[in-house]
């Protein structure tokens, strides 16, 4: 019964979304975007040179450790393998760059203060900064941008792998096969 209060805590929306930022299954997301153009590309190499399965089987177990995917149990073709690989390479960089750079964001506005103890000048600091003249306001601008950005990125990864998520799962765990009935079984 605990367990369905914190799940229904979770997911509700002031719960979930302020523990967004602090929570493993958003830092593994963000890893899978930040390794999946490198990943990707090395795989469709490994898949055009016939290694589609084993490309296939590394792609998958980096979608379920990292992206919470459902094992899948048949082994796609190789024109899967490939279109997956040609498909989600442009979102893989996309996602990458959005991770990597949101980060960045959110780590510089926060972190604003630390410039000081590289350029001990604050007026020159302060001087174009937003939030300028005054070190007060440039400090307080910055901050509440990085705040605002710890919890804009989280959003944004989820987003963008999701959709690797639901490319992945659409061609690298095929359909399985329809089950004829058996011969006779609707007559009667």
């Known amino acids: ?67 919470d995917a459902s094992p899948g149990r048949s082994v796609p073709t190789w024109p899967r393998v490939v279109g997956h690989a040609l498909f989600g390479l442009p979102l893989d960089v996309l996602a990458s760059v959005v991770a990597g750079y949101g980060w960045a964001v959110v780590v510089l506005n926060i972190a604003y203060p630390v410039r000081l103890l590289a350029e001990p000048d604050t007026a020159s600091l302060t001087a174009d900064a937003w939030g300028g003249p005054t070190l007060a306001g440039a400090w307080l ?3 509440l941008a990085g705040l605002v950005a710890l919890w804009l990125v989280p959003l944004l990864v989820v987003g963008i792998t999701q959709v690797q998520l639901a490319l992945a799962s659409a061609l690298l765990w095929p359909p399985a096969e329809p089950v004829s009935p058996p011969r006779g079984a609707g007559t009667r």
């Not at 090395?42 to 177990?61: E, K, M, P, S």
């Open 1 to 67: 019964m605990g367990e369905t209060v914190g799940t229904e805590v979770e997911r509700s929306f002031p719960g979930g979304f302020l523990r967004l930022p602090f929570r493993g299954r958003t830092w593994r997301r963000t890893l899978y975007a930040v390794v999946s153009p490198l990943v990707g590309l090395c795989l469709l190499v490994v898949a055009l040179f016939g290694g589609h399965r084993a490309a296939a089987r590394v792609r998958r177990r980096l979608a379920v450790r990292l992206l």
């Open 141 to 143: 601008v910055h901050g």
